[in-house]
Structures are given as C-alpha cells and as structure tokens.
C-alpha cells in the first residue's frame, strides 16, 4: 500500500504512475515520485544539507530530526531530480546505520516543517 503522503497527494499529473518507496513500510530503491521522498529531498535543499553532482555519481542530501529518546539524519542519494531517491538510511551517531521506515520520514517531515513555522 503506497505510504500516507502519496495517498494524500494521489496522481496530479499525466504520465507514468507513481511507485512509493514505502509499499513495505520501509524503504526500496524501486520507487519514482514517491511524495513521502519528494517531501525529504525538498527539505534538504530548503535547510541547505544537499550537495548535487550532475556529472558524478549523484545527489546527496541529509535531514535532522530528533525525539525524546532519539536524533539523528535521514541520508539520501539520487541522480539528478527524475523522481527515484536511489538510497535512504537513518544515520545516528550512537547506533549502526538502519533502514529508513516511512514513520521516521513521517517524524522528520513533521519535526522539519514545525521548525520552520
């Protein structure tokens, strides 16, 4: 089932379908304009943690978030702005690197956008 915010936004456009990165639950690089990761590459270029390399490997951009028992960065990968986030992980400091979940990118884009208003 495509996650909440590709639910929400459905189809605005003619063309390809959407393929949400989070039908599991957790992300998969087999995904094209997912909203969920459209939402955290947009915040990563608003809060300027992005760096874009068209003629090398890829994008990268990285999103803070924090809770009570918890902070740490979503980490991204794609190639140029086609709509397909090759990679997303959650990056902490005390903890080994794990999956992105579509309820951390929920808490993130939440925690992101409360911080700008």
Same mark, same amino acid.
Do not use: H
């Given at each position: 089932? /495509? ?5 929400? @936004? *459905?189809?605005? %456009?003619? *063309?390809? $379908? ?22 955290? @590459? ?11 390399? +068209?003629?090398? =490997?890829?994008?990268?951009?990285? =999103? /803070?978030?924090?809770?009570? $028992?918890? &902070?740490?960065?979503? =980490?991204?990968? %794609?190639?140029? +702005?086609? *709509? ?7 990056? %902490? +400091? &005390? ?8 309820? +951390? ?10 911080? %700008?208003?």
């Amino acid at each position: 089932m /495509p996650c909440k915010l590709c639910i929400e @936004r *459905g189809k605005p %456009w003619k *063309g390809d $379908d959407p393929r949400c990165a989070f039908e599991n639950g957790t992300f998969s690089p087999d995904n094209w304009n997912c909203a969920t990761m459209i939402a955290l @590459r947009e915040i990563s270029r608003e809060i300027g943690t992005n760096y874009r390399d +068209d003629n090398a =490997v890829a994008s990268i951009g990285t =999103v /803070p978030f924090e809770g009570g $028992d918890y &902070s740490g960065y979503i =980490v991204m990968t %794609w190639y140029k +702005d086609r *709509g397909r986030t090759s990679n997303a992980f959650i990056a %902490w +400091d &005390s903890e080994p690197i794990r999956e992105l979940t579509e309820a +951390d990118a929920i808490l993130a884009i939440e925690y992101n956008r409360q911080e %700008w208003y």
